[in-house]
């Protein structure tokens, strides 16, 4: 099965820009999750998905952070104004829901975005 | 609140050498957990994961952890490192299944030749 896909796999962008981030989380994986690793620092949540629905976006640093799942498919993250401190690799992660086989919870994650804010 | 610690930021061992990655959580109970491997220009692989049972669990790679509760800890250990192994180590904590990862600041490995 293919796995998690991030797109862009690198972007650069001015301060003040809009940037989008898309997913494509595993076939069928309903948990659908966003984190950041920025400067170096420790992987963070941002939030959490369950098929469209929002479960957790505890994480979302502020309100310039949109993230949707339309359909329960693809998510996309948007980034609107951008800062300089938004620069980093954004982290998708998919995995099932409990029933189906797996009780450990397993994150699968995609090969990250790296956003650059100049 | 839940916190991930890796006191080793950055280790250097030669190719053959022993290795153990120190962790350490901080949670009531036991949660899930899990070691995750970047290799550069790589996403986050699974090398392996505890919820219940044996304590002592093997993962890819020939990397094994043991989880040991009274010391809060899950080392991750490999008998011989080979040079492919140079990545950064991240070890998280879930404190059940489906919720989100709490990570540690990860451990940067170089492996000399």
């Known amino acids: 099965e293919a796995g998690v896909t991030q797109f862009p796999s690198h972007s650069v962008i001015e301060k003040g820009q809009t940037v989008t981030l898309r997913c494509d989380p595993i076939?069928?994986?309903?948990?659908l999750y966003w984190y950041r690793r920025v400067m170096g620092k420790e992987i963070k949540f941002l939030l959490h998905?369950?098929?469209?629905?929002?479960?957790?976006e505890s994480g979302m640093p502020n309100n310039r952070f949109l993230a949707e799942r339309t359909g329960g498919t693809y998510s996309t993250l948007k980034v609107q104004p951008a800062e300089l401190e938004d620069s980093g690799v954004y982290f998708c992660?998919?995995?099932?829901?409990?029933?189906?086989?797996?009780?450990?919870?397993?994150?699968?994650f995609g090969e990250g975005s790296r956003l650059t804010v100049l | 609140a839940q916190s991930v610690t890796q006191p080793d930021i950055h280790i250097t061992v030669s190719e053959g050498a022993s290795l153990e990655l120190r962790c350490n959580y901080s949670y009531g109970a036991t949660p899930y957990l899990f070691w995750y491997v970047q290799s550069p220009g790589q996403g986050l692989q699974l090398l392996l994961k505890y919820f219940s049972g044996d304590t002592l669990v093997q993962g890819i790679k020939g990397f094994e952890a043991e989880f040991k509760r009274s010391q809060s800890s899950f080392n991750l250990r490999k008998p011989s490192v080979h040079w492919s192994d140079a990545a950064e180590y991240f070890c998280?904590?879930?404190?059940?299944?489906?919720?989100?990862?709490?990570f540690g600041p990860g451990t940067r490995l170089s492996v000399l030749p």
């Open positions: 998905f369950v098929k469209e629905s929002k479960q957790d």
């Open positions: 076939s069928g994986h309903d948990n």
């Open positions: 998280a904590v879930a404190p059940n299944y489906g919720q989100n990862f709490v």
């Open positions: 992660a998919s995995s099932r829901r409990r029933w189906e086989g797996d009780n450990t919870g397993e994150l699968f």
